[in-house]
């Protein structure tokens, strides 16, 4: 389209208004600030004390790492390739409810998934129970890898799902008509047409798991595996000096930092294609005989990442009211949650805004500068958000310190990149040719932008703030290190009880967290935002 | 010329993309009221030129003022919302979430006869009923009259039409030229509409300039660009054209037509005449001698081939009628003065 070649080629540009460059560089800054913090941290005691805690834990950490990540890929391209074909381009049976359902699953947060793999599968498990008058009385080993892969497996497949399901969508059907018309059936047109232009999503998807699991505690603490984030934790939590936290805290950034970049990479290659053109969807391609196996494969992707996890906790918690058990009080809890993640959500999305604009209107090197910074935090492990903005109160803050102020800065820093991805979406696809209009019609920038750019782009904060409010909700790590003292969140009650193995006490918080956590889901999915999601 | 005040005046613009000159040395003049035309093939620069006029985009050199005051050069830029220059876009650029009157009403100040300058704008579009209509829930006549509309409401200094019939179907856009040049005289509107369209650019301008890669090459009435081109590009981008060698000599041009009557008093010597097809005209004795190769009919009018002396063949195109058959010998005549290029330009 015309405006997309214009905007390409600038002449000499007009500087954006300060009223937009101010507060986006005061957010980028303090987004950034901690880390400065954290590497000084981790330097202070010289490199002696990187030698020692790198050659203490480092190569098994890496290994252990990268196997996990690789391992969940797999699952996850295993699973989500043919979830995503099936449910965007077949005419499979209550697509669009299995669309829901193959989302769903991002409402569970990995230690809530990771606990009910636990009491299913684990030592005096559920299965075992079923088995003993069988007369098994060991089953495999569920702490460790193989746990662990199932866990992250089951909760983070949706993300790589979401993003083939864009890809997908937005795939030429012109070019598999030509391939057809050329006398190609529709599988090896689906080879050699759509599978090679998908290549890139597929790589985007891949790499955004492996962040995911480098990035994620909850999981692999649950299941006792040990990777960065789980060691990070220890150390913190167990040492006296914690510059061993802060040197593995850096490591781990800068292993998230290289993933992101990739990530990046891969999906500006298919974002490319996916500009070029948007056409009507193709016609959904018949399954036939195929249709009920496919239906049985989607089935079991539900069952064990979504009817599992909650007939655990359903079943827990039945069991618990028949005897008795004394529940852990959730209203305070609740309370607590759902206030900070609404107002992390709003303030996330309003500080979102300022550079979100000034990447899609006004462009520039500068522009662009501060929203890659602003996306660079995407890389940071929620652990090490925490880790930084913990020796940052100390050092620097001590009157945030353990404040929910501290806290809110932590959900923005750590969400301010999916509140941009999802705002940047419906901007870029509004012309400038509107602003213009409203310039041209007599409306200073900012007034313009008031009363045309933010009420078309609705939707799109609409969108941010589910997410964000989504994902805060299930927030783990950062809410452990920053909740101020005796401040109770729902996802700290269900941490609690699960380290403990209480089960019963942690299934009443976890299933009201999972319920409010699938509202905003629920509220994407339903007005066709989920793709937002991917970011 | 008009001997009116001037509205806008364009001095030597020059606006760079990169290393590309987009505008190079652009110099235009637009009387009160009066409609101009830019016409040129695409990438010639000229939406860029109306772009920076509205102040999308900036000046690298040369000034452009608007009603004397200087509103863009290297050094100064107006903003946009300041200069009182209404830009319709070539895709409308409607407010997708503001009904046809608050599209309307978005430039004028509030308060006031806000609704009653809405209300004779929509009577003088023909839109009364639709004001409470969303713009998806348009015709592309419509939404492009909304958008006409839109830029005249707050009466602009200048109005600016950025190719504003090219998304309309053949039929629709000979009757929206009709209903544009309307609006515009009724509101006395000064206007520079952009355009690769010859026709579009002729019904609508009083003047047209021509532009070819970033330079305007004449500016002129229609009838002047037509006849009198001063270049064999121009004449190429006002109309169809075919060329005749020929030779100067004692105020006549002696060509495979015979003697023609050349435009001005051009040099001795030998040249290149501009002949239009449908300057040919068959005529009953005393014009040259042709034979008719081939004949088509084409609707509003006849298309021949005809060998003429020397057996040159040449393009000839007459009112609609009943064709002539081939190897027909007919005589032919120019009718009109022909324009005379050097040789070899």
Not at chain 1, 193 to 221: C, E, M, R
Not at chain 1, 432 to 439: F, G, Y
Not at chain 1, 462 to 479: D, R, Y
Not at chain 2, 176 to 189: P, S, T
Request: hydrophobic share 50%; charged share 15%.
């Amino acid at each position: 389209m015309a405006f997309a070649v214009l905007s390409h080629r600038r002449g000499r540009r007009r500087p954006a208004p300060a009223a937009l460059w101010l507060p986006g560089l005061a957010v980028v800054i303090v987004t950034l600030l901690p880390f400065w913090y954290l590497w000084k941290r981790s330097t202070e005691r010289g490199w002696s004390a990187w030698d020692e805690t790198l050659s203490r834990s480092a190569t098994e950490l890496l290994a252990n790492s990268a196997k996990l990540s690789l391992g969940v890929a797999v699952i996850c391209v295993a699973v989500a390739l043919p979830a995503a074909w099936l449910t965007v381009r077949t005419d499979l049976p209550f697509r669009r409810a299995w669309s829901v359902l193959l989302a769903l699953p991002l409402a569970i947060p990995s230690y809530v998934m990771g606990m009910t793999v636990v009491a299913a599968l684990g030592p005096k498990g559920m299965l075992q129970g079923w088995l003993e008058p069988l007369g098994v009385d060991r089953l495999p080993e569920i702490y460790g890898y193989w746990g662990a892969l199932l866990t992250l497996g089951a909760v983070s497949f949706p993300y790589v799902y979401l993003v083939l399901r864009a890809a997908l969508r937005t795939l030429d059907p012109f070019e598999e008509e030509a391939s057809r018309s050329l006398g190609r059936g529709p599988w090896s047109t689906f080879a050699a047409v759509s599978v090679p232009a998908l290549i890139p999503a597929i790589a985007a998807g891949l790499l955004l798991v492996a962040l995911y699991v480098l990035s994620d505690f909850g999981g692999v603490a649950t299941l006792k595996y040990n990777t960065f984030t789980r060691a990070i934790f220890i150390e913190y939590s167990s040492s006296f000096d914690r510059t061993g936290a802060a040197i593995l805290g850096v490591v781990l950034a800068g292993l998230a930092a290289l993933l992101l970049a990739g990530e990046l990479f891969a999906r500006s290659r298919y974002q490319a294609r996916a500009r070029a053109k948007r056409l009507s969807p193709a016609r959904p391609i018949a399954l036939g005989r195929w249709r009920w196996p496919a239906v049985a494969f989607l089935a079991a992707v539900v069952a064990i990442s979504l009817v599992l996890p909650m007939g655990v906790l359903v079943y827990w918690l039945v069991k618990g009211i028949r005897a008795g058990a004394d529940f852990p009080e959730v209203w305070e809890p609740l309370r607590h949650s759902a206030t900070m993640a609404a107002s992390g959500g709003v303030v996330t999305v309003l500080l979102a805004l300022p550079i979100a604009l000034l990447a899609a209107r006004f462009g520039g090197p500068l522009a662009r500068l501060l929203e890659q910074a602003a996306f660079a935090t995407h890389a940071l492990p929620g652990l090490v958000v925490a880790l930084a903005l913990v020796f940052f109160g100390i050092g620097y803050a001590t009157e945030l310190y353990q404040t929910t102020w501290m806290l809110l800065v932590a959900y923005v820093i750590l969400f301010l990149p999916n509140a941009l991805g999802a705002l940047r979406a419906p901007l870029m696809r509004q012309s400038p040719h509107l602003e213009e209009a409203a310039a041209g019609l007599g409306r200073r920038p900012l007034a313009a932008i008031a009363s045309i750019t933010l009420p078309l782009a609705r939707p799109g904060a609409v969108a941010a703030f589910a997410l964000v409010f989504l994902t805060i909700m299930k927030e783990l790590p950062a809410t452990l290190l920053l909740s101020p003292p005796g401040y109770r969140t729902l996802p700290g009650v269900v941490w609690s009880n699960s380290s403990e193995a209480l089960y019963g006490g942690a299934a009443l918080p976890a299933l009201i967290l999972v319920g409010v956590a699938a509202v905003p889901l629920v509220l994407l999915v339903w007005r066709g935002d989920l793709d937002a999601v991917e970011s | 010329m008009p001997s009116k005040a001037e509205s806008l005046r364009v001095d030597a613009l020059e606006v760079r993309f990169g290393g590309v000159r987009a505008v190079d040395g652009a110099s235009l003049s637009v009387a009160e009221g009066e409609i101009v035309a830019l016409l040129g093939p695409s990438g010639c620069g000229k939406t860029t030129l109306l772009r920076t006029v509205a102040g999308f985009e900036r000046a690298w050199g040369g000034e452009i003022r608007l009603g004397g005051e200087l509103i863009e050069s290297a050094r100064v830029s107006v903003p946009p919302h300041r200069r009182d220059a209404g830009l319709v876009f070539q895709e409308y650029a409607l407010f997708p979430h503001k009904t046809v009157a608050a599209n309307i009403a978005y430039g004028l100040p509030r308060g006031g006869d806000r609704s009653v300058r809405v209300r004779e704008l929509l009577a003088l579009g023909g839109l009364e009923g639709f004001e409470d209509r969303y713009p998806h829930q348009l015709s592309g006549g419509q939404q492009q009259r909304v958008a006409v509309l839109r830029s005249l409401a707050p009466r602009p200094r200048v109005l600016l039409l950025d190719e504003p019939f090219s998304n309309l179907d053949p039929g629709l856009r000979v009757e929206m030229r009709d209903q544009v040049a309307r609006l515009l005289r009724a509101e006395g509107v000064s206007a520079v509409l952009v355009t690769h369209d010859r026709t579009d650019a002729m019904a609508l301008a009083d003047r047209v300039a021509v532009m070819e890669a970033g330079k305007i090459l004449q500016v002129g009435t229609p009838a002047a660009l037509y006849f009198e081109p001063v270049s064999e590009r121009v004449a190429g981008l006002a109309g169809e054209v075919q060329f005749l060698d020929g030779t100067v000599e004692d105020g006549t041009v002696e060509t495979a037509l015979g003697p023609l009557r050349p435009l001005g008093t051009p040099a001795a010597g030998s040249c290149r005449v501009l002949v239009r097809p449908e300057w040919v005209i068959p005529c009953m004795g005393g014009g040259a001698p042709a034979r008719i190769v081939s004949s088509r009919m084409e609707g509003q009018h006849v298309r021949y081939r005809i060998r003429v002396r020397g057996g040159a063949e040449l393009a000839m195109t007459t009112a609609s009628g009943l064709p002539l058959p081939p190897d027909d010998e007919i005589t032919v005549r120019v009718h009109v003065p022909v324009p005379v290029f050097p040789a070899g330009s």
